[in-house]
């Protein structure tokens, strides 16, 4: 008979894997257990048909969660054999978990599952990442294990692509479509879901991060902690695969959630950004501005942390909401 985690163990990590960054954190997974192994499901009620019309930015968050979900459960003695899909069937799940006993984890191990808690998507300015060669072997190793192009997008490129920003926050500005779904997330006091206040600035403190998305004003001021602090200095990369599908997808969601745990684990600070991807445009400036041919699904901004704790956490649904089955 095979040997499973019990049904409070799996509540356990699916609660650690919804503290995965999301669009919007809206946290659009659903997770399936039916004794023996956890299915992973795009929760398609929460989508945004505005920004993400075919659901990209969706699975990525879902790929992020399952990385999550590998992580914890690793630090926790089990190992994870994941079957990502390659099915276009709505309605199937994107991957299944089967968990066999017997991990011995480690400290990096351990240090991951810390990272998973601490992690925060912080939209301050940074300074410059002091290690760079570690980050980018870390990198080209993650970028191995997934199967995606990782590029570490040049200095003398920040211009063009805060050119291509602007552009993007530009032809949205008056786009009431966009305006309408991006305040539904980030502009309510939800409980459980979107960005809170606390984690956008006032109006008057709007930071320098040239490359950021645009969001509506919040309550962060720069005493709040979570405020700006001078010029951006943050590394920049580009995760891109070589198609456009569910499978690459998810597959690009594994990498940012391994880049963003392990550069945490590091004392780096990070920050997905997806507004360049949006737009075909800005997509396009960012495709050739990394220099491959893959198409690029999410940028990461990396970097020092100025001093100030930043932004606590953000919200999280139950996993009662998220979760079937345990
Ligand atoms: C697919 C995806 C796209 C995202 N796009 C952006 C973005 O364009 N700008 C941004 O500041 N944060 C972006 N984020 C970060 C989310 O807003 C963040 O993960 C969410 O609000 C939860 O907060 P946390 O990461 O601090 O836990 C994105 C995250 C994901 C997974």
Same mark, same amino acid.
């Given at each position: 008979?095979?040997?499973?985690?019990?049904?409070?163990?799996?509540?356990?990590?699916?609660?650690?894997?919804?503290?995965?960054?999301?669009?919007? @954190?809206?946290?659009p997974w659903r997770w399936v257990f039916d004794?023996g192994t956890l299915a992973l499901h795009a929760d398609v009620g929460?989508a945004? &048909?505005?920004?993400d019309?075919n659901g990209r930015q969706v699975v990525i968050s879902c790929g992020a969660a399952l990385h999550?979900l590998? %992580?914890?459960?690793?630090?926790?003695?089990?190992?994870s054999t994941v079957a990502v899909s390659r099915s276009t069937r709505a309605g199937d799940p994107l991957a299944r978990v089967a968990? %066999? &006993?017997?991990?011995? &984890?480690?400290?990096?191990?351990?240090?991951?599952? *810390?990272?998973?808690?601490?992690?925060?998507?912080?939209?301050?300015?940074?300074?410059?990442? &002091?290690? @760079?060669? %570690?980050?980018?072997?870390?990198?080209?190793?993650?970028?191995?294990?997934f199967g995606v192009?990782?590029?570490? #997008?040049? =200095?003398?490129?920040? *211009?063009? $692509?805060?050119? =291509?920003?602007?552009?993007?926050?530009?032809?949205?500005?008056?786009?009431? %479509?966009?305006?309408?779904?991006?305040?539904?997330?980030?502009?309510?006091?939800?409980?459980? @879901?979107?960005?809170?206040?606390?984690?956008?600035?006032?109006?008057?403190?709007?930071?320098?991060?040239?490359?950021?998305?645009?969001?509506?004003?919040?309550?962060?001021?720069?005493?709040?902690?979570?405020?700006?602090?001078?010029?951006?200095?943050?590394?920049?990369?580009?995760?891109?695969t070589a198609a456009d599908n569910r499978y690459e997808w998810v597959q690009s969601g594994r990498?940012?959630?391994?880049?963003?745990?392990?550069?945490?684990? #590091?004392?780096?600070?990070?920050?997905? $950004?997806?507004? $360049?991807?949006?737009?075909?445009?800005?997509?396009?400036?960012?495709?050739?501005?990394?220099?491959?041919?893959?198409?690029?699904q999410?940028?990461?901004?990396?970097?020092? =942390?100025?001093?100030?704790?930043?932004?606590?956490?953000?919200?999280?649904?139950?996993?009662?909401?998220?979760?079937t089955?345990?």
């Open positions: 008979m095979n040997v499973v985690p019990d049904r409070s163990s799996i509540r356990a990590f699916v609660d650690l894997a919804s503290r995965a960054p999301s669009v919007h @954190n809206t946290q004794g929460r945004l &048909p505005v920004v019309p999550h590998t %992580t914890v459960a690793r630090a926790f003695r089990w190992n968990f %066999t &006993p017997g991990a011995r &984890p480690q400290s990096p191990d351990f240090a991951l599952l *810390e990272a998973v808690t601490r992690r925060r998507s912080d939209r301050r300015s940074f300074g410059a990442v &002091p290690h @760079n060669s %570690t980050v980018t072997d870390v990198i080209g190793e993650i970028a191995r294990s192009v990782v590029t570490a #997008l040049p =200095a003398d490129t920040h *211009e063009a $692509l805060a050119a =291509a920003s602007h552009h993007s926050a530009a032809v949205r500005r008056y786009d009431w %479509t966009y305006q309408a779904e991006l305040r539904w997330w980030a502009g309510h006091s939800f409980v459980g @879901n979107g960005i809170p206040a606390e984690s956008r600035w006032i109006e008057s403190e709007m930071p320098d991060t040239t490359t950021g998305r645009v969001f509506p004003p919040g309550r962060a001021t720069v005493s709040s902690d979570a405020g700006p602090s001078g010029p951006d200095r943050a590394l920049v990369v580009v995760i891109g990498a940012l959630s391994a880049v963003v745990l392990e550069m945490t684990a #590091l004392g780096l600070a990070t920050c997905p $950004l997806t507004h $360049l991807t949006e737009e075909t445009a800005s997509r396009a400036v960012v495709d050739r501005l990394s220099g491959s041919d893959a198409l690029s999410i940028l990461i901004r990396i970097g020092t =942390a100025p001093a100030g704790s930043g932004a606590g956490p953000t919200p999280r649904r139950p996993v009662s909401e998220v979760l089955g345990a």
